[in-house]
């Protein structure tokens, strides 16, 4: 056997084994209407997951759930009652739930002085208000039946501070330290709390901006097999692809050194600097 040959026959009884462990698990996507949280929900359906998909988006919700044949509920991340709502009707339609993905999020890019109140107000309501309400309301729930698992979607961004990212790299680090302290609160309790840390990923988010090779961005497909490995085998912090794993050291770096990768990756103007025409779209979305 060929060690390409005996690589390909781990990776597929991996694949088995992950599959396995998911099948039959309840798990509920917020912003699943697109992007990671649709592909997700892709995944996560054909390994034999009972999957809800939960999204503000009502058009794109319906959408989404009809082309995956899954069960798609109208969801107001910064709405505590709404969290609630959902919750609620995710036990009614298919069961108690196994796994919640706090997937939402939006990511404004630009100088930082030309952020309205409003759009900052919205970032911090949706990505990180939202990921403890949603946190909370499933763990309520958790703690006084079966156990289950939170998987919270951050981003290597909530480890690497970067000009024109200021409010997102702020949330996203706000998301990965919360995971981390609700996973040892409740980990007693047989609730476990991970976090999700992608690379930029190919979707509305990245559109406008110029990656190179040094900042490369994966597709959804590479998150969303992430985001099945950690339910399957719950992890604390698993960056996605996990060779971003590296950003975990930049805290203990000196500042000089901060800078000078900055440069050399060209992260200082990346996102201050975007294509407004090409993000046009994902801007207005956002409303920034």
Same mark, same amino acid.
């Given at each position: %056997? ?8 781990? !990776?597929?009884?991996?694949? &088995?084994? &992950?599959?396995? *462990?998911?099948?039959?698990? $309840? ?33 794109? *919700?319906?959408? !989404?759930?009809?082309? @995956? ?30 796994? @919640? ?8 890019? #630009? ?11 919205? &970032?911090?309501?949706?990505? *990180?208000?939202?990921?403890? @309400? ?7 729930? =958790? ?12 981003? $290597? ?16 680090? #706000? ?17 476990? $709390?991970?976090?999700? %840390? ?5 979707? #509305? ?22 985001? %099945? ?9 698993? !960056?996605?692809?996990?060779? =971003?794993? =590296? ?5 203990? @770096?000196?500042?000089? $050194? ?6 050399? !990756? ?20 956002? #409303?920034?």
């Amino acid at each position: %056997m060929s060690i390409s040959d005996y690589r390909r026959r781990r !990776a597929d009884r991996r694949l &088995t084994r &992950t599959r396995n *462990l998911l099948a039959g698990k $309840v798990v509920a996507i917020t912003g699943g209407a697109r992007g990671i949280g649709f592909e997700a929900a892709t995944q996560l359906h054909e390994a034999g997951a009972i999957v809800v998909l939960g999204d503000v988006d009502t058009e794109a *919700l319906g959408k !989404a759930a009809a082309d @995956l044949g899954i069960n798609g509920i109208d969801l107001d991340v910064t709405d505590a009652s709404s969290f609630e709502r959902f919750l609620d009707e995710v036990e009614l339609r298919v069961g108690a739930i196994d796994v @919640l993905v706090n997937n939402a999020g939006i990511m404004p890019v #630009g100088p930082f002085l030309d952020y309205s109140e409003g759009l900052i107000r919205r &970032t911090v309501e949706i990505d *990180l208000v939202g990921v403890i @309400l949603g946190s909370r309301a499933a763990a309520r729930r =958790m703690v006084n039946g079966r156990g289950g698992q939170i998987v919270n979607v951050a981003s $290597v961004a909530g480890r690497l501070p970067t000009p024109g990212l200021t409010v997102y790299n702020g949330v996203k680090a #706000g998301v990965i330290e919360f995971s981390e302290a609700l996973d040892a609160e409740l980990a007693s309790y047989g609730v476990r $709390v991970s976090t999700l %840390m992608p690379t930029f990923t190919k979707t #509305g988010l990245i559109a406008g901006l110029q990656t190179n090779t040094l900042v490369t961005a994966v597709t959804p497909e590479q998150v969303a097999a992430e985001l %099945m490995q950690v339910i399957a085998h719950p992890r604390v912090r698993v !960056a996605a692809p996990r060779s =971003m794993a =590296m950003v975990n050291v930049n805290a203990i @770096l000196p500042q000089p $050194v901060k800078r000078w990768v900055r440069r050399t !990756a060209k992260t200082d103007s990346i996102f201050l600097f975007p294509d407004s025409a090409a993000r046009m779209d994902y801007s207005e979305r956002i #409303g920034q």
